[in-house]
């Protein structure tokens, strides 16, 4: 991984350099387009509206539109900004883990020991792991002034960057504000329904099927040209259910229950045998 900022953690007196990384990656596969009657390649040109021509990014400068005036800010203009100057990701509070919702929680950055020593990062991850709270901190990253949580993630710090206040929307939907009356026998046939489908979250279980299915068809467009037979690559797809209104909401409990129950009880089965395998004799 290749570091995207340095700089240091303070709080109080105490300093704490590091280097910043992205904690993640995207997987999807790059697609670009293409005009649909040659294949040949679509491109975006940064072109002036004035005099016509297509401009380089060394001579791009932000505006703000302001209606009736546009307002021109160079890179010169943003490096005088002094919050822009800052390399620090300056702690504020620390707050129970509970009071951040998860809604504001934008990107996520590992921190790594940017010292000689990395005797202050440690005691910094020491003292959240032991208060179990969560640093709340402001810092400056590619020209924006940003909120983040700091925690523990493992044997490293982790920073996530934090949605503003103003940034995350109320929802307020009329439909919502209806006096809709629950039967005690459906809560119950539904709690039945969430206890059917209990489990401990492993996210290495799960994978991108769209992902998986879009690299397959690209491997069999490459082995056999344009005409692919789709049946061939994917097997024979099942019809859609359809979007049909469920009438009967404790049938539809009862009927789901029924059936995650039955899967259980086969993949339970399935791991049983599996874990049956007779072990070789010696020789």
Known sequence: MRSIWRGAITFGLVNVPVKLY?????????????????????RYQRRCEVCGR????????????AGDRTVVITD???????????????????????????????????????SKSPRSY???????????????????????????????HGDVLLLQSLLWDD???????????TDIRIQQRELEMAEALVRSFE?????????????????????????HGESVDTEATFGEQPEGKGDGEVIDLMEALRRSVAANREASEQRASTSKTRTKTPAKRGA
């Open 22 to 42: 992205a904690a993640t990656e995207d997987h999807d596969l790059s697609l670009h387009q293409v005009h649909d009657a040659d294949g040949g390649r679509i």
């Open 54 to 65: 297509i401009v380089d990014y060394e001579h791009i400068d932000r505006a703000y539109d």
């Open 76 to 114: 010169e203009d943003l490096k005088t900004l002094p919050i822009e100057k800052s390399r620090e990701i300056d702690v504020v509070e620390f707050v129970p883990s509970e009071q951040v919702d998860t809604i504001r929680l934008d990107k996520n950055y590992f921190l790594e020991p940017d």
């Open 122 to 152: 440690m005691l910094l991850k020491r003292v959240l792991e032991k208060a179990d709270r969560i640093a709340i901190v402001q810092f400056t990253l590619r020209q924006k002034t940003r909120l983040g949580a700091l925690r523990v």
């Open 167 to 177: 940034e995350v929307r109320q929802a307020e939907f009329p439909s919502l504000k």
């Open 199 to 223: 489990s401990d979250f492993s996210p290495a279980d799960y994978t991108d099927e769209y992902q998986v299915q879009l690299k397959k068809l690209v491997d069999a467009k490459l082995a």
